[in-house]
C-alpha cells in the first residue's frame, strides 16, 4: 500500500528565507506525487505535480519540488518565503487506480 | 470557469436531522469526489463517482448518501450524523476517474457542526 510521511508538523521561517518542506513516499510502482497548500478553512489548492521527465517541477506562487527517487523523496522548496505562503502544506501521491494518500501535513508560520 | 463550487459553507445541525451538501463544476469533468477532513489532519476519501456511477465506497457509514445526479452536481444526503462526524467536508472533480496522474481540483469545503 501507498504512504506518505511529512516528518515536520511544523516549521517557522523568516520572512524572505529560503523554505524547504520534506516529504516521503512509498509506492511499488511510479509515483504520481502532488504538493497542495490549504489556507485556513479552505479547500486544497495544487501547488504542483509530478508524472515524469524532469525531475525538477516548478509550480505556481514560485514554489519548486524536486523528485529523487533514490530517495524515495518530493521535497518542496521557496527561495524566499512570503508572509501569504504561510498555510498547511500537504504532499500527495495518487495510485494507479486513482485515488489520493496525502501525508500528515505541514503547518507553514512565518514570522516577520 | 475552473472551479468547484459547494453549498452551504457553513452547516449545523442536530443529530435527529436531514441535510444535504451541494457540489457543482463545469469544466467537464467525469470524476467527482467527496473527502472528508477533520482539523490538523489529511483529507480523507469517502466516495468517489466516475460517469455518474459510484465507482469507490470508503466504508463509509451508511448515515452518508452520496448522490451524482449530473456530471456536474454531487451531492452528499446527511442523515442521523453523529458529533465526531463534525469536519471539512471537500468536494473534489476531475477529468476522468482512473487516470493515475489525474489532477483533483477541490472546492472550499462545507464546515459542518453536529450538535
Known amino acids: 500500500a501507498q504512504s506518505v510521511t511529512q516528518p515536520d508538523i511544523h516549521i517557522t521561517v523568516s520572512e524572505g528565507a529560503s523554505l524547504e518542506l520534506r516529504c516521503n513516499y512509498s509506492y511499488g510502482a511510479t509515483p504520481y506525487l502532488f504538493w497542495y497548500v490549504q489556507s485556513p478553512g479552505q479547500g486544497l489548492q495544487l501547488l504542483l505535480k509530478?508524472?515524469?521527465?524532469?525531475?525538477l517541477v516548478q509550480g505556481i506562487k514560485g514554489f519548486e519540488a524536486e523528485f529523487k527517487r533514490s530517495q524515495s523523496s518530493f521535497n518542496l522548496r521557496k527561495p524566499s518565503v512570503h508572509w501569504s505562503d504561510a498555510a498547511e502544506y500537504f504532499c500527495a501521491v495518487n495510485t494507479n487506480a486513482g485515488k489520493s494518500t496525502f501525508g500528515d501535513g505541514t503547518t507553514l508560520t512565518v514570522k516577520p | 470557469d475552473t472551479e468547484v463550487t459547494q453549498t452551504p459553507k457553513h452547516l449545523v445541525m442536530g443529530m435527529t436531522n436531514k441535510k444535504s451538501l451541494k457540489c457543482e463544476q463545469h469544466m467537464g469533468h467525469r470524476a467527482m469526489y467527496w473527502y472528508k477532513q477533520k482539523a490538523k489532519k489529511p483529507p480523507e476519501l469517502m466516495f468517489v463517482y466516475s460517469y455518474e456511477k459510484l465507482s469507490i465506497n470508503e466504508s463509509v457509514p451508511s448515515r452518508f448518501s452520496p448522490e451524482c445526479p449530473n456530471s456536474s452536481l454531487l451531492n452528499l444526503h446527511l442523515h442521523a450524523l453523529q458529533p465526531e462526524d463534525s469536519a471539512l467536508y471537500l468536494c473534489?472533480?476531475?477529468?476522468?476517474?482512473?487516470?493515475?496522474?489525474?489532477?483533483?481540483?477541490f472546492g472550499p469545503g462545507t464546515r459542518l457542526l453536529v450538535l
Open positions: 473534489a472533480s476531475s477529468p476522468i476517474k482512473g487516470g493515475s496522474g489525474e489532477t483533483q481540483y
Open positions: 509530478y508524472f515524469s521527465g524532469d525531475t
